[in-house]
């Protein structure tokens, strides 16, 4: 069983910070992907940012230079800062961990940027 905790969402103005964190725990293979997902009102559940074991990262073209994706393997940790965030990044973002080909998803946190 595999369980995944986010925390760190919220409410924030335009151009301002925030973190996101995602703890993993149950049955984590060394090799695995994670990273997060967002999905905003009537919209489709996007993917946001990855990040595999060896530290290689993958962004939508939307976050690219705003959000940075990093992980602990130690403690299985995954992290999400965003900065200079945009109304548009109003939405509830979701941790995933990809073990053997396996999608597992966190609860959500919900983050609103204001204007």
């Known amino acids: 069983q595999v369980q995944l905790v986010e925390s760190g969402g919220g409410l924030v103005q335009a151009g301002g910070s925030l973190r996101l964190s995602c703890a993993a725990s149950?049955?984590?293979?060394?090799?695995?992907?994670m990273g997060w997902y967002r999905q905003a009102p009537g919209k489709q559940r996007e993917h946001i940012a990855s990040i595999i074991t060896g530290g290689v990262t993958n962004y939508a073209d939307s976050v690219k230079g705003r959000f940075t994706i990093s992980r602990h393997n130690a403690n299985n940790m995954v992290h999400l800062q965003m900065n200079s965030l945009k109304p548009e990044d109003t939405a509830v973002y979701y941790c995933?961990?990809?073990?053997?080909?396996?999608?597992?998803w966190g609860q959500g946190t919900q983050v609103t940027v204001s204007s």
């Open positions: 149950g049955s984590i293979f060394a090799l695995n992907v």
């Open positions: 995933n961990l990809v073990v053997r080909g396996i999608n597992y």
